[in-house]
């Protein structure tokens, strides 16, 4: 049976059909759409860890326990992740391995673009890339073979384009591979470095097997057209960018991006008129081929930013694009805060005094935005805690910065910010806008929330009290609606000498869904004070501002701000 | 082959207007494939959805000068990528106006007359009261099932087959209203 399927939930059931028995994951566009599809499936155990390095190292307990295995992240997940990589790759697994990382050209919702494929050179993995949906499921499986048949981890790695678009999937049945016993065996699996040093051995016979290996996969092929033609390598969504722009080219279609099935292109090389290397953004396959002497040219006419297109390669190729009217220049739809987010308060506060924000990743970036332009910072998720620390050091206490971080982000890694803050004594404010969900990837659970990947109930982390145990004494938890308060708590915690946290409370505004009272305009004066908090729901009209009553949630906060009382709820 | 790209702003329901084209692409035994951006591009923002139906489909996205129609959920958002038509394509618009933030606050102007120099500039371009004949399907949020009814119509599809299509993607306690909403675009755009 064929199913039209988002490839994320492809790689799902590519694993559920593979025997996979226990995924953990950390939610991370354009990844996060594999743990929600796969937790669906029976038999399976699925959960959503606190971030991608307790993740992964989920997936190897799972696989030295006998089971299949998978981690699924986004691509700086896997610099979180780095760490229990690196060494699973000298011990070696028992039961499949297979990490899943989404790579985001173009930064579609990422903060960079690195290419996660010098993580499969430099850790010795073995790393597939799919083109499409029904690639991916397949991959998955192969994926499995490979990782029990060289007793290696295996990197699945996708782009943005491959795992947000949907393909045909032709479904099977589920393969029920059971659970291997486990085996003692510490010169294997206990890392330090008299059986490092052994296993270091292994790793590296294990590259040159797979070298070997990879030449013979059907997943890395040759289309031959005409030894007149020239020669095209590529993988992932390239390659279908390639079969378009250039029908009448040979290609060479690399599955496995680690290793590069370098022989085989070089037999590929020999029987075209030139070879070219096509790819997004690093020269990664290019400099392979190149460093094996094969010539070849691909990121001279290619930049390293953004996403290959059609357009892109024709282009290059000195062909025609498709004839087109030139963009129209309008006004930009950005992204912005939804009207009711619970950050907006907080942002206007700290706008309003003026603070500096080390911000984080979350919807909450969007405090960067105008009209709010409160955030100053934002480079990873959990720097706002460090970083915020790190200014308070530098100008010894002086700076007025604040760190702002959400629920989902503080467990993630900025827990380990604010203890290094307690210990070391810099006396940060940190805000915690806890919306109660993980809110920018969609509203996935977390271990603060109350529920699992299933939404079923599960223990709760309590904030305050993970605070109080970090060693901070000065915490107030404040109504993230009500803006005064807010307002008050920043101002005493910035005065503090000690470690301050504020928790701002209040949920999501696209998970309650409950009607209430609107907002209505009363002898508007038209000051604009309102305007500042950037709410999508309020617009400037002629006789005063106007309130789009199919946006409004009542959250109020344009009441609390306005000086006239011109706001207020229906029917106050 | 034809190449639907489905232009909107996030929250408009673009997302299930491409999934009832990928199940109707299924139905008529075709290859398909839809591409989409999810993640911080959906807070409010422009959100573009790509759906490709033919016999084999390599890329799942559209470029510039190969949508057969555009369907647009609000009239800036159909200036925004109306460049995306091929020369005769079909512009479809909901005819609906959202400020995007920067008009809010004032740091850039919404176009006056839009509409109208939309439809000035092909005979090709249809603006459709989708959300007002939505509410009067029976929900605002079947505006999107009223838009297929009204490309359904414009392409010349399979009215029966896209029928069915909405029918299986849409919950079963709204399926009446859905069809109500599709045959109103069906017969007013």
Partial sequence: MKELMLTNKAIARGAYEAGVKVLSAYPGTPSTEIAENFVKHDNVYAEWAPNEKVAVEVAIGAAIGGARAMACMKHVGLNVAADPLFTVAYSGINGGLVIVVADDPGMHSSQNEQDSRYYARS???????????????????????????????????????????????????????????????????????ANAIKRHVVVEERDRALAEYVCTLGCNRAEYTSENEIGVVCSGVVYEYVKEALPSAN???????????????????????????????????????????????????????????????????????????????????????????????????????????????????????????????????????????GMKKATDGASRNVAVIGDSTFLHSGVTGLINAVYNQSGITLLILDNSTTGMTGHQQHPATGKNLKGEPAPVVLLDELCRACGVKDLAIVDAYDVKAVEKAVKAAIASPEVSVIIAQRPCALLDKSPKPKMDVVNCKNCGVCMRIGCPAISMGENGVVIDRNQCTGCGVCAAVCPFHALVKEGE | MMNVLIAGVGG????????????????????????????????????????????????????????????????????????????????????????????????????????????????NVYFVAAQAWATEAGSVKATNIVMLGALCKLCGLDKELMAEAVAACVPEKFRALNMKAFQLGFERV
């Fill in chain 1, 251 to 389: 290609v060479y279609k690399v599955g496995t991006v680690h290793p590069v099935p370098v022989a085989a292109i070089a037999a590929f090389a020999k029987k075209v008129k030139k070879l070219y290397v096509i790819e997004e953004l690093e020269p990664f396959i290019e400099d392979t081929l190149k460093a094996a002497g094969i010539d070849c040219e691909g990121k001279a006419l290619f930049s390293l930013q953004g996403e290959i297109s059609v357009p892109k390669i024709k282009a290059a190729f000195g062909l025609k694009a498709e004839e087109s009217a030139s963009a129209e220049q309008v006004p930009a739809r950005p992204p912005v805060m939804c009207a009711g987010c619970p950050h907006r308060g907080v942002f206007y506060v700290l706008n309003k005094l003026k603070l500096t924000v080390n911000g984080d990743i979350g919807c909450y970036t969007l405090g960067a935005v105008a009209p709010l332009s409160a955030v100053d910072t934002c480079v990873c998720m959990g720097a706002s805690v460090g970083m915020a620390h």
């Fill in chain 2, 12 to 123: 408009q329901g673009t997302l299930l207007a491409s999934r009832v084209l990928g199940k109707y692409a299924m139905l008529a035994g075709k290859d398909c494939k839809l591409s989409e951006i999810h993640g911080m591009s959906q807070r409010g923002g422009s959100v573009v959805t790509h759906v490709r139906i033919g016999d084999k489909i390599y890329s799942p996205v559209i470029w510039e000068g190969s949508a057969d129609v555009v369907l647009a959920f609000e009239a800036l958002e159909a200036a925004r990528v109306k460049h995306y038509l091929k020369n005769g394509g079909v512009l479809l618009v909901n005819d609906e106006k959202i400020l995007p933030m920067p008009c809010i606050t004032g740091a850039a102007q919404y176009p006056d007359g839009l509409k109208e120099r939309l439809l000035g500039e092909s005979e």
């Fill in chain 1, 123 to 193: 850790a010795h993995v073995p790393m597939l890339e799919p083109s499409d949906a029904g690639e991916a499921k397949e991959f998955v499986k192969l994926a499995y073979e490979i990782s029990e048949k060289f007793d290696t981890p295996v990197l699945l790695r996708e782009t943005t384009r491959v795992a947000h678009s949907h393909g045909m999937v032709e479904l099977c049945q589920r393969e029920e591979v059971g659970v291997k016993p486990y085996e003692k065996s510490a010169a294997k699996y206990v890392m330090m470095p």
